[in-house]
């Protein structure tokens, strides 16, 4: 799973109805206006927190309203605002899923292990430091009057600490069934290992995290899928 963090920046004057982004909030064909009508990032950055990277490695995202996770829900922060999200591109953390029971319709534990490699630490905070650098541009400092969490006036350590009390995953798991390599749960088919007439063809297929998003290379696994199992079928049909 990709993790990050957010800190959001106030704006000098209100301009948005308050509308709470929980899932008890209801269809959003029932809201017609204010920021449950948009979608929740506006703009979208990859950047290398170092020149000497070969790739950027965080992924920044910006939002016109500002929200928070607090309690493990979604919701509009108290203020009206604006906000930065900075995801780990490629993070170097495993976690891990476990089944319950045996009970198939029982759901799975799943533990992420955020920052279970510390260099995935290092680099949400220097993608912090990048996200205070871009609050700074002239473009931003003259309609943002303040932040949540100033993370200019605060030591590395601090942010630290400040990053492992409040960063998220971002609801983009991948892998758990991954091809390639010994422990391999699908063939370059998309086969199960082991198990007759079963395909899987989603993100957990990943052999490795995508930079970005994971719904277009899904898509594409998708499509490769439909196309294995045409060939496969014809070849069957010739025997």
Known sequence: MRHGASGFHVLPQPRRERTTLALECGPLADISVGPATAIASQGLAFARTLPSLPYPD?????????????????????????????????????????????????????????????????????????????????ALKDVVTGSDEVADTRTDNELRDLLRANSNIIY???????????????????????VASLRVADASIFPSMVSGNTNAASMMIGEKAADIIVKDEARLDRR
């Open 58 to 138: 965080v992924q920044i995202t910006f939002s016109s309203s500002a929200y928070t996770f607090a309690g493990g829900k979604v919701r509009l922060a108290d203020t009206d605002g604006v906000m930065m999200c900075v995801n780990v591109g490629r993070p170097e953390s495993r976690g891990h899923i476990e089944l319950r029971s045996a009970d198939p319709f029982d759901a799975p534990a799943i533990f992420p292990k955020m920052f279970d490699n510390p260099a995935d630490l290092e680099t949400l905070l220097r993608g912090m430091r990048l996200a205070e650098q871009l609050f700074s541009t002239p």
């Open 172 to 194: 983009h798991p991948a892998g758990t069934c991954r091809m390639g390599g010994d422990d391999a749960v699908v063939d370059s088919r998309l086969r199960v290992c082991g």
